[in-house]
């Protein structure tokens, strides 16, 4: 009885952890549109093992801001990188076709400059996504994507497991958008 009891706690645990979940449903007070935000899940990531930490990483939420999703980035890379206002993001899909993604924003970051661009290992940005790219990204799983920054690039292989999270993010924002907020 304990090791059944122990095993459907794990399966929920490991259920739980690897769900997406809406850490936001409200309306803007100020233009009356609905906002509905996913939590950030783990796209790519490359460890440094000597250190134990990140040395390139990229973590993505959704947000659907009325009829429009925003794609918000959390990137990571083991270089102080010039990330500035038009640099970019590619997703290599399923299908062999990319999309490229022009950033809109940049903030957040170890050092404390917001604005028009970031020298820095860490910081976040967003990315909007058009009708024609959503489509896309809901009907196809991300394999690679590439961080288009001002003196270059680094590219990640997204694993199988990660590759449909977009996907999923998308799902659980439709379905969300179908209730009525409580």
Do not use: C
Request: glycine share 4%; charged share 30%.
């Amino acid at each position: 009885m304990k090791k059944i009891t122990l095993l459907l706690v794990l399966i929920i645990s490991v259920t739980f952890v690897y769900s997406q979940r809406i850490t936001k449903d409200e309306f803007d007070k100020f233009n009356k549109v609905r906002v509905i935000e996913t939590s950030f899940e783990t796209m790519y990531k490359k460890m440094n093992l000597v250190s134990l930490n990140t040395k390139n990483g990229i973590n993505f939420a959704l947000r659907k801001y009325g009829e429009e999703f925003i794609l918000l980035a959390d990137i990571k890379n083991e270089k102080n990188i010039a990330f500035v206002e038009g640099n970019g993001m590619t997703l290599l899909l399923d299908n062999d076709s990319t999309i490229w993604l022009k950033n809109n924003y940049i903030g957040v970051s170890e050092k404390p400059s917001i604005g028009e661009g970031v020298y820095a290992r860490y910081f976040m940005t967003t990315f909007d996504i058009d009708d024609k790219y959503a489509e896309l990204l809901k009907e196809h799983k991300i394999k690679a994507v590439r961080i288009e920054y001002s003196a270059g690039s680094f590219d990640g292989d997204i694993r199988n497991e990660n590759q449909s999270n977009l996907q999923k993010m998308f799902q659980v924002i439709e379905k969300r958008s179908l209730k009525p907020i409580n």
